[in-house]
């Protein structure tokens, strides 16, 4: 029996496609490189920087800041994982869908036949009724149009019903979908945006940017200082509290169409909607001072654990700028906050 592999190479492709593939492999093949030859741990997270860095043709660009992002990711785990996705609820759901259109679909045809049968009694009648008729002639034609009005009116209340009740459940249907939908895009430990929910609201923010040729806004990347030191020395619970608290300063932070999300980890992404840079600086830097004046308490022993810090990249957004590009000028930015020490904000 031929491997999945061996089935998909038999398949019909076009020199576009093959050109395309042979791409891919190459990029893959080059960025496979990279990760051996820099003595690098591979994980998701790395190989996508990378694989992006090479796609864009750019060999010669300085890799270093990218090479001490991707071995940062290894050290601190913090790979970020998919969404998850509860995939039996959307099939369920895809399956329920499917059946209440067929059920629609057939008490449609019903009535349609139901109608259609009147409507070749209507014209026999026409055609009986339209010479000289008989007294008899013309008693018989009423009682069958009484008969066959009140078989189409009773299949029409049938259809009501069925409609009425098809609409109810396509509307459960509705509203649990939109609750799968919803829980794909939040985060489940701190309630707010997942990096999944980021990804699609900032591709719409910088379409809508191209299009409309709307005002500025800036993409802040920032990461919780010394993360993984303070999980180690208080426990994963106590860290999770601290994720929750930083969500929440975020979010108490921002207004109007500004979006907060998790990125990944304990780093989280601020899209801020109608901000220069330095508007944006102003609101990134009030944002790291409220974390930097929290005292933490542990609850379980009330005891003091001192405070922490944000490191922070912000870069606006430029004129036709891709996603990716826009990301990666916050994310160097981020980096180059850690190397002047942290508990700052850096301009890409």
């Given at each position: 029996?031929?491997?999945?592999?061996?089935?998909?190479?038999t398949?019909?492709?076009?020199?576009?496609?093959?050109?395309?593939?042979?791409?891919?492999?190459?990029?893959?093949?080059?960025?496979?490189?990279?990760?051996?030859?820099?003595?690098?741990?591979?994980?998701?997270a790395?190989?996508?920087?990378?694989?992006?860095?090479?796609?864009?043709?750019?060999?010669?660009?300085?890799?270093?800041?990218?090479?001490?992002?991707?071995?940062?990711?290894?050290?601190?785990?913090?790979?970020?994982?998919?969404?998850?996705?509860?995939?039996?609820?959307?099939?369920?759901?895809?399956?329920?869908?499917?059946?209440?259109?067929?059920?629609l679909?057939?008490?449609?045809?019903?009535?349609?036949?139901?109608?259609?049968?009147?409507?070749?009694?209507?014209?026999?009648?026409?055609?009986?009724?339209?010479?000289a008729?008989?007294?008899?002639?013309?008693?018989q034609?009423?009682?069958l149009?009484?008969?066959?009005?009140?078989?189409?009116s009773?299949r029409?209340?049938?259809?009501e019903?069925?409609?009425?009740?098809?609409?109810?459940?396509?509307?459960?249907?509705?509203?649990?979908?939109?609750?799968?939908?919803?829980?794909?895009?939040?985060?489940?430990?701190?309630?707010?945006?997942?990096?999944?929910a980021?990804?699609?609201?900032?591709?719409?923010?910088?379409?809508?940017?191209?299009?409309?040729?709307?005002?500025?806004?800036?993409l802040?990347?920032?990461?919780?200082?010394?993360?993984?030191?303070?999980?180690?020395?208080?426990g994963?619970?106590?860290?999770?509290?601290?994720?929750?608290?930083?969500?929440?300063?975020?979010?108490?932070?921002?207004?109007?169409?500004?979006?907060?999300?998790?990125?990944?980890g304990?780093?989280?992404?601020?899209?801020?909607?109608?901000?220069?840079?330095?508007?944006?600086?102003?609101?990134?830097?009030?944002?790291?001072?409220?974390?930097?004046?929290?005292?933490?308490?542990k609850?379980?022993?009330?005891?003091?654990?001192g405070?922490?810090?944000?490191?922070?990249?912000?870069?606006?957004?430029?004129?036709?700028?891709?996603?990716?590009?826009?990301?990666?000028?916050?994310?160097?930015?981020?980096?180059?906050?850690?190397?002047?020490?942290?508990?700052?904000?850096?301009?890409?």
């Amino acid at each position: 029996m031929p491997t999945s592999a061996q089935r998909v190479s038999t398949r019909a492709s076009t020199p576009q496609q093959d050109g395309l593939w042979s791409y891919l492999q190459a990029l893959v093949a080059t960025t496979l490189d990279t990760i051996r030859e820099h003595g690098l741990h591979p994980s998701p997270a790395g190989f996508e920087l990378l694989f992006r860095h090479h796609s864009r043709a750019l060999p010669d660009a300085d890799l270093g800041p990218l090479l001490a992002r991707v071995r940062s990711l290894a050290q601190h785990g913090s790979s970020p994982p998919l969404p998850e996705i509860d995939l039996d609820a959307v099939h369920d759901g895809a399956e329920a869908l499917e059946s209440e259109a067929g059920r629609l679909a057939a008490a449609l045809s019903g009535s349609a036949q139901a109608l259609a049968t009147y409507g070749s009694v209507l014209s026999a009648c026409n055609d009986r009724l339209g010479a000289a008729p008989s007294a008899a002639m013309l008693m018989q034609s009423v009682a069958l149009l009484t008969r066959e009005t009140a078989r189409v009116s009773a299949r029409n209340a049938e259809l009501e019903g069925e409609l009425r009740q098809a609409g109810e459940r396509i509307g459960k249907l509705q509203r649990n979908l939109a609750s799968v939908r919803q829980e794909a895009s939040v985060d489940a430990l701190t309630g707010i945006a997942n990096r999944r929910a980021f990804t699609a609201r900032l591709r719409r923010q910088l379409a809508q940017a191209k299009a409309e040729g709307a005002g500025p806004f800036c993409l802040v990347l920032l990461d919780v200082d010394h993360f993984k030191l303070f999980n180690d020395a208080h426990g994963h619970r106590t860290g999770d509290q601290v994720l929750r608290l930083v969500a929440r300063l975020l979010t108490d932070n921002v207004k109007g169409r500004d979006f907060v999300a998790r990125y990944g980890g304990e780093e989280f992404a601020l899209i801020l909607s109608d901000v220069d840079a330095e508007s944006g600086l102003t609101v990134a830097e009030q944002i790291c001072e409220r974390l930097r004046g929290k005292r933490l308490i542990k609850r379980e022993t009330g005891r003091d654990i001192g405070a922490l810090t944000l490191s922070g990249g912000l870069a606006q957004a430029r004129p036709g700028e891709a996603q990716g590009a826009l990301i990666e000028r916050a994310d160097a930015a981020l980096y180059a906050a850690k190397g002047q020490g942290r508990d700052r904000i850096c301009l890409a």
